[in-house]
């Protein structure tokens, strides 16, 4: 059975940092292309960074400059390193596993960047 785990979600000051991360298990992770997503309030889910099973990696605009995405094959566990965080980044922040179907997704781990 396949199994996403999230964590290192909270409050955190608007310039402030977290650390996510995603830790898998049931799934050969190494061969997965990994992502994180986030979902605001009233908005759809939207993909945040992807990292392939190669190690390349994509940064939408919301995260380009300020996010990075790691993996660590040996631990089955992707993160995502978030700086100098802003309001809108508040969100539920969720991991994603892909290669062809089914992907599988963790349960989300809650974001609030607020004063």
């Known amino acids: 059975q396949v199994h996403l785990v999230e964590s290192g979600g909270g409050l955190v000051q608007p310039g402030g940092s977290l650390r996510l991360s995603c830790e898998a298990s049931?799934?050969?992770?190494?061969?997965?292309?990994m992502a994180w997503y986030r979902q605001a309030p009233g908005e759809p889910r939207k993909l945040v960074a992807q990292?392939?099973?190669?190690?390349?990696?994509y940064y939408t605009d919301s995260g380009k400059g300020r996010f990075t995405i790691p993996r660590d094959n040996a631990k089955s566990t992707m993160y995502l390193q978030m700086n100098s965080l802003k309001p809108e980044d508040t969100a539920v922040y969720y991991c994603?596993?892909?290669?062809?179907?089914?992907?599988?997704w963790g349960q989300g781990t809650q974001v609030t960047v607020s004063s």
């Open positions: 994603n596993a892909e290669y062809g179907v089914p992907q599988y």
């Open positions: 049931g799934i050969i992770f190494s061969i997965y292309f």
């Open positions: 990292i392939t099973s190669g190690g390349n990696i």
